[in-house]
């Protein structure tokens, strides 16, 4: 038993002792028996029901026992059936107390070996009874599957269910309509085949067996276990089995009322099942509050039992402030309370001051959290955004309320007689190391007749209690209210949100309303409770965030919002009273894990609430300095994103050309003065050096997104020349991908950055092997083609973790999912089931997302719901959207990929008055593959949907079908691709610009300038000129090279000038040079800036000539980075090419006059490349095509041999044409 409960248990032991002769008999244990309802339950304590047979197999038709070949023993005797019977609970599940039951210590204990083959089976009876079904009968349970095997994630045991026998000789498991809260059959195989019993975890069954057997009588109670192979052993336990009936649910439900705010946090790192925190509030509010079961936790406050006290009960420990959704990032800026009825001065012990409660004594909902704890007391909160109201009703003489902190780091003033204290907090996320101070008012509404700080536990700055007589009036309500601007705002800020007669009714009230309009955007007719259940906890939790940041200094009539400046350099020092930070006007919003929320949360938003969506954005760009900017840090890729998802969207209220300015400044300066980093600047090796492979590709997925806004602001902007330059050099960029996905590395390490063996191993490198959604068709090449992309997704989805890899808890997860390697822990995992998108073969995307849906989203009414972290909200995204039938997978872009939908019927309320309605009425667990989609009535035949065609509203209607259809496989069905879809199988898959200044060539410049610095690839050098006016030549040393791009970078120093005016020129023969592209009046806007420039029509030459004609300053010229883009591996190409041809020769598959023929093609396509004619290099290879699938070709030849040759040659025409 743990050392921290001894003080308590002694002195509970002692009070009991005393009292036990006086207590009055209701108040002692009462044993749960049948009762007169016909309504059963058992926890298998010593006062409940036990097993009227121990061990036992049920006789079935002709007194045949229901058991085949599974054994066990029992006192040394073997039995030929499974063992059940009462025993201490499961040693060792994870995020749950040792030794215990779902409740209480015990709980029914199951196990055997399977002696026989994979159908084995037994069934042993548990109870005698006699139970009347009726209509609102059922059946629940919990059960803990634990592996005997050496995987100890192993599904073996979780092939069990509880069974009923009826009186009329039938059970349970024989009708086919009986299904869990999920859908399951209830036999024991159906329940293990669905993966739904997560193995060394408790797991919930409802059964509403009144809906299927409905007058029939249940006689005994059994379990059921059914092997899914030979040659196992199983174990595990079952506990609180109850059979009751419910009475009539059918009451009207609006949306708030199905949310859990408790899901998710029956959850620990070992076995993430969302990570997350219970947050009282309204929608974006400034701030939350929680029940805290462990106080002195900044990240996991709220642990659902893996905290129980010795009698397996949750205890809370305070009501405490919040501003993290998740464990992911810690808690700061905290503000705790907790009633007490103690007669003296209270403990300042959080453990001594936790209150035991009951699960069924908890109401938990976003608008208000209530619980009555076992001793009597009541505690009840609600919340506003800036505010929070507690109501406390005590049952004895006194009542105090306990004031704390989660550590020493800030100030509380007590102001006892006039029934108020503030303070500050100056706790910092360990993680971020944000958070301003934060000041707190709060008042309580009762007389205070005794108060003090509390000290002995190092919190004594900020620990403390206030006395109130409760003899009479048992209630105290306390208001508190938090500012980042002052202790005067945060009065000011109670009184425009709690103030005058204010109670907590009205702020429950408030906040309810606030969430019904959030959640009411989608609805869902026909949807059963535990679905809904799940859905909308999953919308709750993706509008908690981001947090309004401002605060209103007017009035109600005459609002005046201000915030103080999140990061910026503070003007003053803090005081006790008043922040120092500089206050600035506006509406500012913080908190988005953008590199989670990026991929479903903040497309969801896009969709659901676009003008919200324009707000929010507008108000996180407020945020200033090293730390507060979201496109400066770790996460900036991915906010940089979301903002142009948003603008390609066409987001309303966004200030398109000042966001477009800051996501250029992100997208093209390497960062301060002397950070080398290689993220702008292109590289054979980008990623490799400073990155994560992770990073580098979703600076890659960025580049994309930037590129394709920057093209549809040219489109509006057709004079402006550099948006254009900018389009194509980041789309060009967002192909380098392929110098990061090298096919031979990642099947060594492809976890790490590629070259650097020093990183720690951070995520699976599996869904980082198809992280490139903006090239679908370029990463099937890059493993073979698209069959053999399919190929490795499959190889992912269905191969599970090794003995070695379940040791990380990456692993485990995905080994708890039994989805191959498939886990949400990372960024890139959301999108990687929809990536078979791009091989033609949609329905195993369909397939794949069902089983995530039906796996990884169960247990929620036991605090799970997930299976991974819900860090940023990105798993209850992809619960949206993958219910809707579409993802967006391309961000940037106006696509969304379709997938199935999850629900037979959904409707998204769109703004404006649109409703986009979802039918899928032949949809269920069976019929999960798409035969056919129809919008509006018309076929739908690509697996792609516009979002202004989606935004308009209308019906999207899916036929569903058992089987795998034909139905967006062809290759003009599949999403848009950087690299066209006619290379499929190309061994010449490279689509990468490269810095050709690095192949075998020589730069000169005049007065014996050093000009290395120009091409070193790092922004904080620079090469200076003493001259405004110079040349600086590029030769090169064998093939002469195609020039598509050149850039130039700002110099790091803010003394120097940059090349204001300029021309680009080549030559063959050094004499005479061709002008290829003129600059004049240009400027870059920051430091380290990287500018692209693109030449129109460009040709091969053996040199190059940058003639600079002027500068922009007095200052020296200088010169970052000088690079050449263009394409390598044209020349390897055609020997490629000539090899596969003879290949195909040796195979018999080509004739030799036909390989006469195309060789010749190919030659002169080769020799028109080094000669610099590349329209004719272009024609000589159309001919190729053309003889490969002409009618004289050889009809015996195999398709794939066609594909193969062609493919490689439609390569090079499309290096050579673009």
Sequence with gaps: MSEKYTTKIFTGLLCLVLILPFVPQPLMPKAHARSASGDFFTSFEQWDPVPDWKSSAEAGSGGKKLSSGITSSSGGHKLNTMRTVAAPGPVNLYASPKQAGWTGKRALSYSGTVSGNSDSYAVNRLFRVKIPVHKDTRLSYYVAPVSREKNKMSPVSGYVAVDLAFSDGTYLHQISRAVDQDGIRMTASAQGASRTLKTGQWNYKDVDIGKVAKGKTITRILLAYHAPKADVSFSGAVDDIRIENTGDQSSDKEPVDYVNILRGTQSNPAAPEGETVPLVGVPNGFSYWSPAINSSSASHFYPYRENNNPDNLPEIQSFSLGHSPNSRTSDRQSFQVMPSGFHGTPSASRLNRGLAFHREDEDAAPDHYRVTFTNGLKAEMAADSHSAIFHFTFNGRDGNLIFDHLTNDGKLTLNARDGTLEGFSDDRSSDTDQGRRLYFYATVDRPVIDWSKLSGENRDHMTAFYKFDTSKNKSVTLKVAVSLISIDQAKKNLELELGGKTRFADVSKRARSAWNRRLSKVSLPGAGDAQKTTFYSSLYRLYLYPNAGYENTGSKK???????????????????????????????????????????????????????????????????????????????????????????????????????????????????????????????????????????????????????????????????????????????????????????????????????????????????????PQDGQGLAN????????????????????????????????????????????????????????????????????????????????????FLGKDTGAMLSGFYLFSAAGFFPLQKGTDNYVLGAPYFKHMILHLPGGRDLVINAPKLSNKNKYV????????????????????????????????????????????????????????????????????????????????????????????????DPVVSVDVQFRSLSNRVKMYTLTSSASGRSSDPKSWRLLGSNDGVHWDTLDTRSDESFAWRSMTRAFTIKNPKS????????SSKSGKGPLAVGEYQLLGYTGIDSGFDVMRHSLMKQFEKDSLSESETASLSYALNQAQQAFKSGNLSASVYYLQTYVQMIHSDSFNTDAPDQARKQLSADAHAIVNLLSD
């Design 558 to 772: 005459k609002p005046d919002d201000r915030y103080a400046a999140p990061e910026e350099a503070t003007h003053a020092e803090n005081s006790a009273v008043k922040t120092g930070a500089p206050i600035h006007k506006g509406r500012n919003y913080v908190n988005s894990d953008f590199a989670f929320s990026a991929q479903t949360a903040w497309p969801a938003y896009i969709l659901l609430e676009p003008e919200l969506t324009g707000r929010l954005i507008n108000g996180m760009l407020l945020n200033k300095g090293a730390s507060g900017d979201i496109l400066n840090g770790p996460s900036a890729a991915y906010a940089a994103l979301a903002l142009a998802d948003a603008a390609a969207k066409d987001v309303p209220g966004l200030h398109t050309d000042q966001l477009y300015k800051r996501l250029a400044r992100y997208a093209s300066v390497s960062g301060p003065v002397g950070q080398q980093t290689d993220r702008v600047i292109l590289q054979s090796d980008a990623g490799k050096k400073n990155e994560a492979l992770d990073d580098a590709l979703a600076a890659k997925i960025s580049d994309f997104a930037m590129g394709n806004l920057a093209e549809k602001l040219a489109a509006d902007q057709p004079s402006n020349r550099a948006l254009m330059d900018d389009s194509r050099y980041f789309l060009k960029r967002s192909a380098d991908y392929v110098h990061l996905l090298d096919p031979s590395a990642m099947k060594k390490d492809p976890g790490r950055s590629a070259d650097d063996v020093s990183l720690p191993y951070i995520h699976d490198p599996g869904h980082q092997a198809f992280n490139v």
């Design 782 to 865: 890059l493993y073979g083609g698209r069959k053999a992309l399919q190929e490795k997704l499959d190889d992912f989805f269905t191969t599970s973790p090794d003995e070695e890899a379940l040791k990380k808890p990456e692993a485990t997860l995905a080994a708890a999912g039994q989805l191959g390697r498939f886990v949400f822990d990372t960024p890139a995992s959301a999108g990687t089931p929809y990536m078979y998108a791009f091989t033609g073969s949609p329905w195993k995307t369909q397939a794949a997302v069902r089983k995530i849906m039906n796996r990884f989203y169960t247990g929620e009414s036991i605090g799970g719901g």
């Design 931 to 1026: 035969q056919a989609v129809r919008f509006n009535g018309a076929a739908i035949e690509q697996t792609s949907l516009s979002h202004d065609l989606l935004k308009s509203g209308g019906i999207l209607t899916f036929d569903m079908g058992s089987a795998p259809s034909d139905w967006g496989s062809s290759a003009g069905d599949l999403p848009d691709s950087l690299t066209p879809l006619s290379t499929d199988d190309s061994s010449i898959y490279s689509a990468a610009l490269t810095d050709l200044t690095g192949q075998k060539a020589e730069i000169t410049a005049p007065d014996a300038t050093d000009v290395r610095h120009l091409t070193d690839n790092l922004s904080g050098t620079a090469a200076t000129f003493p």
């Design 1101 to 1108: 030459y053996a040199s190059y000539r940058l003639e600079i």
